[in-house]
């Protein structure tokens, strides 16, 4: 346990804080050289070192040591700004002391007294805008004009410039404002949250515990009412752009469009199932529907797009045709180019390289367990597979995509860090993780491969570890490890997989450790991963109570021991499996787990489910709230007071019904912690908790 929560023994380095600079040939890193936190510019082709452009050392601000965390390039590369003392709010936003760094000059200034959200420079370099206290602004770097855009910001009731908690957590993004090409326009989001449901967490930090409040709209609850709003520099006019008399719906996105000095407004229904992409000009604030998709489940929002400057086609991603592609779409001809076509799953929009007239994508082509990184011209000719190892390939594309950083790993494989030139070859190797390598080696480790194992309605990919002195003709009890939420995916060609070190130190103890990814999950395909629709746990309870049956007819698994956990998702699937497969598994740990839908957010809820109101059985039917009176075997539920998505409430619910159904149990709750039940000895003493439990009951 020291080494997995302590000591850090089996952590795996990457490149931190790496950019690739605007040439194509150079890149930034964020080093530490003894207690100095060094910003220097390195050859991509061959690791030199050039030059420094930072050494907080040496460069301070009025004598203060600037500790930084991250920063951000002016266009021009002229400027940077420096992030410190991070103070996260929920998932993705965080707080910054932000310091504006003139290279040249070697100057330093203090953007504002206060911590500020989503810093930007302008595209001349010459304004930061940020968020503050729910008001956007923007800083004149040439006379320190400081010009603050809204002023109606108000906690839990205007925003603007910052997304709220759901569209933050459920559409992956938090700084909503976005400025055009030649930085005339900030677009910016105005979130009224006014009617919105209000949700308190205690923090039991004082004699009497002081209580968070926030807007949070659980499954059929009102949303924020969300604007668009457009601020003319120029001018200092804001205007409102029109995004059709529906509120009750939602704008996932806002991206300025490439050569047509317009802003592409995402417009998606409730149901989530009707995307209209609106062309919105804000000079005469008319909007045109460019592309209209429809689903009869749901659509998934990506930032898969990118407009080409010709002004009328943009190259994005669609599912519609069954699985996950990149499309050609001209809007003025109506003409639709299928860019990537087969039966598999396209897993990332790299970019598009004008200069070379390709596409560049990851994909499952070759299996659903890899990704490979794959070019196509933009008539969707000429594809060419540019990384042949099998395996899993993670992509970051470099200015002008001379260079790519190749992210590779697989199952038995540690990350290795490669440079890849533009025909794929590998240019030179920016971090190999020897180190692990050779501290594995230390340690009797489990075998782990891949396997297929059958499920409730078709045969299902898999991994299993085995102990380091596994014999076959011996019984082992079995601990299945999943996530099994829509879309996700735990078995992969990949390392390391989850919990992969905890679950070696289980496998050392004699346990066989498994992982199966049932229906609902990813890289298979739309049927596959929607079936689960109106219907969240049935078929992914089923598949897992299915493949521990088919563990348990192994000549050397003792059925009569097989646990499961999960954490969030994987938390309610532990818990339903208990409770609906009561006959197969012995044990089971649910952390922070949902336990009835109703109790979870309405972007991502009803995206799967539609409302409370619409489909009472769906929610009801697979709830492990409702299941109590199942339980047999042992259960340990976990959970995080000061839990902001999946609340407390969730395990207090769950403890209510298993009470009334008169069922002993084993329940923990960490104090003040989050999601992710961490920080100072927690993750130490959660895990600690776990083993032991396991260890005691299964």
């Known amino acids: 346990m020291d080494d997995l929560w302590k000591n850090g023994t089996f952590r795996s380095k990457d490149v931190p804080g790496f950019n690739a600079m605007n040439d194509g040939n150079r890149y930034t890193q964020l080093d530490r050289d003894g207690k100095h936190l060094l910003i220097r510019v390195y050859n991509l082709a061959t690791g030199r070192q050039e030059r420094t452009l930072f050494d907080n050392g040496a460069q301070k601000y009025k004598d203060s040591v600037i500790n930084i965390e991250g920063y951000i390039f002016s266009k021009d590369e002229k400027k940077m700004l420096l992030l410190t003392d991070g ?98 326009y ?13 949700y308190s967490l205690p923090k039991y930090s004082g004699l009497y515990p002081d209580q968070y409040n926030y807007k949070y709209p659980k499954a059929g609850e009102p949303n924020s009412i969300v604007q668009i709003r457009l601020f003319h520099l120029t001018t200092g006019w804001t205007s409102i752009a029109d995004v059709g008399r529906e509120k009750d719906q939602y704008i996932p996105r806002i991206k300025w469009a490439a050569g047509t000095g317009m802003l592409c407004i995402y417009r998606l229904n409730r149901l989530q199932n009707h995307l209209d992409l609106l062309l919105h000009n804000p000079k005469d604030g008319k909007a045109n529907v460019i592309y209209r998709e429809q689903n009869k489940y749901y659509i998934n929002i990506n930032d898969e797009i990118t407009f080409l400057p010709n002004g009328h086609s943009m190259v994005f991603s669609s599912e519609g045709g069954g699985y996950a592609h990149l499309y050609n779409w001209d809007w003025q001809s109506s003409k639709l180019i299928d860019l990537t076509p087969g039966n598999f799953d396209v897993d990332g929009l790299v970019g598009v390289d004008l200069g070379r007239n390709m596409v560049y994508y990851t994909s499952s082509e070759s299996s659903p367990l890899e990704r490979k990184l794959y070019g196509v011209n933009l008539t969707g ?51 190999d993780n020897k180190a692990l390598q050779a501290k594995m080696k230390e340690y009797a480790l489990g075998n782990i491969r891949l396997m297929k194992i059958a499920g409730a309605y078709e045969e299902l990919n898999a991994w299993m570890i085995t102990p380091p002195d596994f014999d076959s003709t011996k019984q082992y009890p079995v601990l299945m490890y999943q996530y099994s939420g829509p ?19 289980l496998a050392q ?71 609906k497969g009561n006959d197969v598994f012995k044990a089971a740990i649910a952390v922070a787990p949902v336990t009835n839908w109703r109790y979870y957010d309405n972007i991502y809820t009803e995206r799967y489910m539609r409302t409370p109101q619409e489909n009472q059985q769906g929610y009801d039917d697979n709830a492990p709230e409702k299941m109590a009176t199942n339980l047999k075997g042992k259960f340990l539920f976990i959970h995080g007071t000061a839990d902001d998505n999946v609340h407390f409430q969730n395990s207090v619910m769950l403890t209510t019904a298993l009470v009334n159904a008169n069922k002993q149990f084993e329940s923990e709750y960490y104090p003040d912690k989050a999601h992710g039940i961490s920080g100072g000895n927690t993750r130490y003493q959660l895990y600690s908790r776990m083993t032991d439990f396991i260890l005691k009951n299964l």
């Open 87 to 184: 103070e996260n709010i929920y998932r993705r936003s965080v707080l910054h002391h932000v310091y504006i760094y003139d290279i040249a000059s070697g100057k330093i200034t203090l953007l504002d007294q206060d911590k500020v959200l989503h810093p930007s420079f302008s595209p001349d370099g010459q304004k930061v805008a940020f968020v503050k206290n729910n008001d956007l602004y923007y800083k004149n770097l040439q006379n320190q004009a400081l010009v603050r855009i809204t002023h109606d910001g108000a906690k839990n009731r205007i925003i603007n410039g910052n997304c709220d908690w759901v569209y933050e957590e459920e559409f992956s993004f938090t700084q909503a404002y976005e400025w055009n090409t030649d930085g005339t």
């Open 186 to 198: 900030i677009a910016f989001y105005r979130f009224d949250e006014s009617n919105v449901p209000e």
């Open 381 to 431: 000719t000429a594809k060419v597979c540019l990384t042949s190892e099998p395996g899993m390939h993670s992509i970051t594309p470099c200015g002008g995509y001379n260079f790519f950083l190749d992210r590779y790993s697989r199952l038995d494989k540690v990350p290795v860090i490669y440079l890849r030139n533009a025909n794929g070859a590998i240019i030179r190797t920016l971090e």
């Open 487 to 505: 879309g996700s995916q735990e078995v992969a060609d990949r390392f390391p997989v989850g919990n992969f070190f905890w679950h070696q130190m």
């Open 509 to 579: 103890k004699g346990y066989i450790i498994f992982c199966v990814d049932g229906t609902g999950t990813g890289a298979r395909g739309e049927a596959f991963r929607k079936r689960t629709y109106l219907q969240l746990g049935k078929y992914e309870s089923d598949d897992q109570i299915a493949a521990a049956r088919n563990l348990g007819k192994l000549p050397y698994v003792d059925k009569s021991r097989i646990g499961i956990w999960g954490w969030s998702y994987g938390g309610f699937m532990a818990s339903t499996c208990i409770l």
